[in-house]
């Protein structure tokens, strides 16, 4: 069994039952200690259906049998621009490593917002969420891989391939910012609440799996490289976007990133630097960045550059 079909059915148990023992859970599915701490991760961390309680996990997330205020939306078509570009990629990203950003983004304090409220109004409020969310990250040609309950996780650079993934994340990012405080005042205005949402981005490597016809991804990225953004996500303060190292070495120059200095950060030994997604950068291009880090002189170049000269005069 894949570990991706245990996760399946681990969830599923959990749901059914609402709080399952870990020493049961690896009897149960007959879990060696690495792949049940790759499930929790997985559940806790990056779906969030489920806490950890001391030996025990519980769940959290939306119950199958009821209307939750949590429940993601339901599916929303893949724009046709998009759609045409996925299907015409699709026999080149079936089963490749692909270099990737991974976003994710969640509302600040869901579960007090939600007990504020009346469940219909909160789903209300999040489906408008959801969609402000997935139309950011469609506009940079990203794609929404999951939603988590009360956010989204989003890819750059998969199943789309793009050399400046990391770039359209931030974009996305920034964008995402502007929008959500425009809907955090109409809330504030409209209802009295205070809505407020954090954002993570970390680039580095995953492995895509197929893509059915519908577009549906049968896949879900795992690993380091998601479960770092997901730490970044859970680092940042209200209404801000904190960036990792890996992500702000591909975006530097593009983007005002304030580098907060050394975090210690769940599954990473050392220290690593973390950023705060503030704006724009002054580098439009590859030039302007290398213009920025200083460029290299001409070294024996003397009789190319008359060359040039005596082509431009010419000309």
């Known amino acids: 069994m894949s570990v991706l079909e245990t996760i399946r059915q681990v969830r599923r148990h959990l749901e059914e039952n609402g709080r399952v023992s870990l020493r049961m859970l690896r009897r149960e599915f007959s879990l060696d200690d690495d792949t049940l701490a790759e499930v929790i991760e997985e559940l806790v961390d990056i779906q ?123 974009y996305a990012a920034l964008h995402l910012k502007d929008e959500i405080a425009r809907y955090a005042t109409e809330l504030k205005r409209e209802h009295g609440l205070s809505f407020s949402t954090r954002m993570g981005l970390n680039s580095g490597e995953v492995v895509v799996g197929s893509i059915s016809e519908d577009l549906r991804m049968d896949y879900t990225a795992q690993g380091h490289t998601v479960g770092l953004a997901s730490r970044m996500e859970n680092l940042a303060e209200p209404n801000t976007c904190f960036v990792s190292a890996n992500t702000a070495a591909l975006a530097r120059g593009y983007f005002d990133l304030e580098d907060l200095g050394e975090f210690r950060v769940k599954g990473v030994a050392n220290p690593m630097h973390v950023y705060r997604l503030n704006g724009m950068g002054t580098s439009r291009n590859r030039f302007d960045v290398s213009r920025s880090r200083g460029l290299s002189r001409f070294v024996g170049r003397a009789s190319d550059l008359r060359t040039l000269e005596d082509a431009l005069e010419q000309t």
């Open 48 to 170: 969030r259906v489920a806490r950890r309680e001391d030996n025990a996990l519980a769940w959290v997330g939306p119950l199958a049998a009821s209307v939750s205020p949590t429940a993601p939306p339901p599916p929303r078509e893949t724009p046709k621009h998009l759609a045409d570009k996925i299907r015409q990629s699709k026999a080149s990203v079936e089963g490749e490593r692909k270099q990737v950003t991974v976003l994710f983004a969640d509302v600040k304090g869901s579960m007090d917002l939600a007990e504020s409220l009346d469940p219909e109004a909160f789903s209300k409020i999040m489906s408008r969420f959801f969609a402000i969310l997935t139309e950011g990250v469609e506009r940079f040609e990203g794609f929404v891989d999951k939603f988590t309950g009360d956010g989204i996780m989003a890819l750059f650079g998969a199943p789309i391939a793009h050399e400046d993934h990391a770039q359209r994340a931030c």
